[in-house]
Structure formats: structure tokens, C-alpha cells
């Protein structure tokens, strides 16, 4: 299986957009976050375990974060293989 991600809810926060959501990076270690925004100007991961996580996860992007037009690169997240977790994004509309 591989990374999966998926888009919970949104809210307007002023001029911008909160969005989060959950990540799943079955036997893999990296995925491609898709907060469904052009521009985005920030990213945290919280992963979900029942016990100590060993590393942590991050994002290979500078922030903010402009996705090129073509659509082919997200916000990129490297985690622990088989991480799940939780996401929040605050982006431009």
C-alpha cells in the first residue's frame, strides 16, 4: 500500500483558509499532501501512536509554498514507514 491523505474540514481564518485532515503512509515513508490550495503558507504533522515515535515527521517544502501550476508537486512529508497522523494547513484561496 502507499500514501494516502485525505481533506477533513475548512474553515475561513481572515484572509486565508485553515484546512486539515489525516495522513497514512502504509509501508512508505513519504507522501505528497495535497491541502487542495495554490498557495500554502503553513504545514504541521502530528503523527498518531500509542507510544514514543522515534523521528519526526517533516515537510521537504520551504514555507509558504506555491504549487506549480501543473499540479504534479504537493507538500511533500517524510515520516516513519507506516506513520499515521493528523495534518493542519493554513493556505491562500
Known amino acids: ?12 481564518l ?16 513519504t507522501g505528497e499532501l495535497d491541502p487542495g490550495s495554490d498557495r500554502v503558507l503553513f504545514v504541521f504533522l502530528q503523527p498518531k501512536a500509542s507510544s514514543v515515535i522515534a523521528t519526526g515527521s517533516s515537510i521537504d517544502e ?7 501550476p501543473s499540479g504534479a508537486s504537493k507538500v511533500t512529508i517524510d515520516t516513519s514507514a507506516s506513520e499515521t497522523g493528523y495534518w493542519v494547513a493554513i493556505c491562500k484561496p
Open 1 to 12: 500500500m502507499a500514501y494516502s491523505g485525505t481533506v477533513t474540514d475548512k474553515t475561513n
Open 62 to 68: 520551504t514555507m509558504p509554498y506555491s504549487i506549480p
Open 14 to 29: 481572515g484572509n486565508s483558509i485553515l484546512k486539515w485532515g489525516t495522513y497514512n503512509c502504509a509501508s512508505v515513508s
